[in-house]
């Protein structure tokens, strides 16, 4: 899978918000892939930089602290949930997601231009879909989201995985389809979307074992190597 110097980790950097942060409880796709990597291939670093609450623009501020300092062979990045969310429990409610699409893709774009420059690869992943778990339909459940529709927060959440997945394809970076995912097991009966994301928006470990199983079968395709 790699090739790499004999003294050298091959480091990856897993970049996010709070769905990539770690969290009591929960085994994250990071500790999966750390766990398993080094089982197989021993020199592997794995660095989780998820902070809570963060968007693409949160990620630019401290991309070199959290990222470049790293010098990461491989990034991971998966922002857009906070970046689509339209605030609308503020007072007065926000009419406009925290982040335009405009500007999500120009973050992604910039990100990606940057790691690119410093030789890392990237691999690219969607928002999730999200659920009206109790305290999200309390606090979003008002126009122009619609509560009585079981589909009804993904409003946004659809369009910007589907920025992501333009952008893999224009700049020739690896996407990992989550949110499609997500609908594929729900509908085929395979997994409860409700039950992978008990609070509506963060996935449980089984959740986090979805998104580590189809992490490595991208990593396994990768020309990888450690400069």
């Known amino acids: ?102 500007d999500y893709e120009s973050n992604l774009v910039w990100m990606i231009t940057k790691l690119k420059e410093q030789k890392a690869k990237v691999i690219l992943v969607t928002p999730l879909p999200t659920r009206w778990a109790a305290k999200i339909k309390e606090l979003y459940g008002k126009p122009p989201y619609d509560p009585n529709d079981p589909d009804g927060f993904n409003l946004f959440n659809r369009r910007y995985a589907d920025s992501v997945r333009k952008i893999g394809k224009r700049m020739n970076v690896r996407v990992v389809d989550l949110f499609q995912k997500y609908y594929d097991l729900d509908r085929a009966g395979e997994r409860s979307m409700d039950d992978l994301l008990p609070d509506g928006l963060h996935p449980n470990s089984e959740g986090h074992r979805i998104e580590a199983d189809m992490l490595l079968d991208v990593i396994r395709k990768m020309k990888l190597g450690v400069k």
């Open 1 to 102: 899978m790699f090739s790499q110097k004999a003294e050298q980790a091959f480091t990856i950097v897993a970049f996010g918000d709070s769905i990539t942060a770690e969290r009591s409880g929960v085994v994250t796709y990071s500790t999966l892939l750390s766990q398993e990597l080094k089982a197989k291939k021993g020199k592997v670093n794995v660095v989780n930089a998820g902070i809570g609450g963060n968007t693409t623009a949160h990620a630019r501020e401290r991309f070199e602290k959290d990222v470049i300092s790293h010098r990461p062979d491989l990034v991971i990045v998966q922002f857009g949930n906070n970046d689509a969310a339209i605030d609308v429990w503020k007072d007065p409610p926000a009419q406009a997601p925290r982040v335009m699409l405009e």
